[in-house]
């Protein structure tokens, strides 16, 4: 398991599982806190000083079977 720190929208820091064979990159919707990171179907992913913009982000109610904030995914 490889966990990186990083920012979703500009969020206060996230633990999120890097994961090459997702699709898609998820966040745990306990950590959106109630919509305030996702507010759209795209979203900026920051890790350190690299930002991808405009990337897709799901959010996905994964109560406590998920121990990260996320799942960072190939996208």
Request: hydrophobic letters at 40%.
């Given at each position: 398991t490889i966990l990186?720190?990083?920012r979703i929208?500009?969020?206060p820091p996230l633990r999120l599982l890097f994961d090459t064979g997702a699709s898609v990159?998820?966040?745990n919707r306990r950590a959106d806190g109630a919509g305030q990171v996702l507010t759209g179907a795209t979203g900026a992913i920051a890790l350190g000083p690299v930002t991808v913009r405009n990337t897709?982000?799901?959010g996905i109610?994964?109560?406590k079977s998920l121990?990260?904030?996320g799942v960072l995914g190939y996208n």
């Open positions: 990186v720190n990083g929208n500009g969020s990159s998820v966040l897709p982000i799901v109610d994964y109560a121990k990260a904030d």
